[in-house]
C-alpha cells in the first residue's frame, strides 16, 4: 500500500492553470479517474482524498470543486450528503438556467409539473400546443 501515494502522483499531471490533478490513466463510463489497487479497481479522487486528507465521513459523497471528473487534487474534494452533490452539479436540473429550447426560466414562464416532478418551460409548452393544434386541423 506504500506505493499508493508514489503512483497516484505519477498518474496525474498538474494544470498550471486550474491546480488540478489531471489523472491520466484509465477512467470510468462515467469520466472518474481509476485505479488498481491490489487487482480492485477503486476510484482515484477517493483514493487520493483518503491518503492524504483521511477518510471520507460515512454516509458523505466527494464532491469535486474544480468540476474536473479527472483531478485528484484532495483540496478540490469535499465531502457533502448525495442531495448536495446533484443539487451542486452543472447537469442538476436545478441549477439550469435556461430551457433546451434557450428559453429563460424566470417565474413568468415556468409551471411546475406535479405529474413528472419538475419545472416545465411555458413557452415551448405553448409552441408544442400550437403546433398540435395546426397539425390536427390541417389533417
Not at 5 to 10: I, T, W
Not at 106 to 125: E, F, L, Q, V
Request: charged share 25%; glycine share 6%; aromatic share 8%.
Amino acid at each position: 500500500m506504500q506505493d499508493i501515494p508514489n503512483r497516484l502522483l505519477m498518474g496525474r499531471i498538474i494544470n498550471p492553470k486550474t491546480s488540478c490533478w489531471e489523472w491520466t490513466g484509465t477512467v470510468d463510463s462515467g469520466g472518474y479517474a481509476q485505479i488498481s489497487v491490489n487487482s480492485i479497481t477503486r476510484l482515484a479522487h477517493r483514493l487520493s482524498y483518503e491518503l492524504f486528507k483521511g477518510p471520507i465521513p460515512q454516509g458523505l459523497d466527494l464532491d469535486h470543486l474544480c468540476r474536473n471528473l479527472r483531478c485528484i487534487n484532495p483540496d478540490h474534494l469535499e465531502p457533502v450528503t448525495a442531495k448536495e452533490n446533484v443539487h451542486r452539479s452543472p447537469i442538476h436540473n436545478a441549477s439550469k438556467t435556461h430551457c433546451p429550447k434557450g428559453h429563460e426560466y424566470t417565474p413568468d414562464n415556468i409551471y411546475w409539473d406535479s405529474r413528472h416532478h419538475g419545472r416545465k418551460c411555458r413557452a415551448c409548452t405553448m409552441a408544442r400546443a400550437k403546433a398540435q393544434y395546426f397539425r390536427r386541423r390541417s389533417a
